[in-house]
């Protein structure tokens, strides 16, 4: 099993619709949560960070945390073209150990 | 963003010849690292770095090495390098090893290896 897990995709949405990234960990002393966007051909950027349970809202993202469930999640409301990238989860723990990433594709 | 020079940006070589790869920061972070992104392989950490000359095994250093003189310089070495190791290889920094202080990535080196 692998320690972060995610859904490789591609996840495909609509132009102004919800896209939903999901993402399970494995190890449960995990403190802190992480998704990265990252567009073809370019480095990982940090998008949202995450630490406590319940959900967190910056902009069009919202992080949600479950440690109970040892799930996190990434909603991004009104998709835009732009949106379409590799979303990777970062998860930290003893380490920080990254998903293999979902490949979002937004159609306008 | 943060200050993180990868160099160089592409470069093509021989299998069995040696390659080194800089990462340089300007941010004065205690912790460096390499990875390498494969498809299908996501990142996969090579070595880390927590202080000058102070370096420790990811979960796939064989057949690289590292090496850290100064804060700002985080070097990753081929000493002889195979097909296998064609990737794009990411230097990434950050304040601390664990807790709540994220990772921050250079532009990332594209190598091939003929």
Partial sequence: ?108 | DAGITQSPRHKVTETGTPVTLRCHQTENHRYMYWYRQDPGHGLRLIHYSYGVKDTDKGEVSDGYSVSRSKTEDFLLTLESATSSQTSVYFCAISESLRGHQPQHFGDGTRLSIL
């Fill in chain 1, 1 to 108: 099993q692998k320690e972060v897990e995610q859904n490789s995709g591609p996840l495909s949405v609509p132009e102004g619709a919800i896209a939903s990234l999901n993402c399970t960990y494995s190890d449960r002393v995990s403190q802190s949560f992480f998704w990265y966007r990252q567009y073809s051909g370019k480095s990982p950027e940090l998008i949202m960070s995450i630490y406590s349970n319940g959900d967190k809202e910056d902009g069009r993202f919202t992080a949600q945390l479950n440690k109970a469930s040892q799930y996190v999640s990434l909603l991004i409301r009104d998709s835009q073209p732009s949106d379409s990238a590799t979303y990777l989860c970062a998860v930290n723990g003893n380490k920080l150990v990254f998903g293999a990433g979902t490949i979002l594709r937004v159609k306008s």
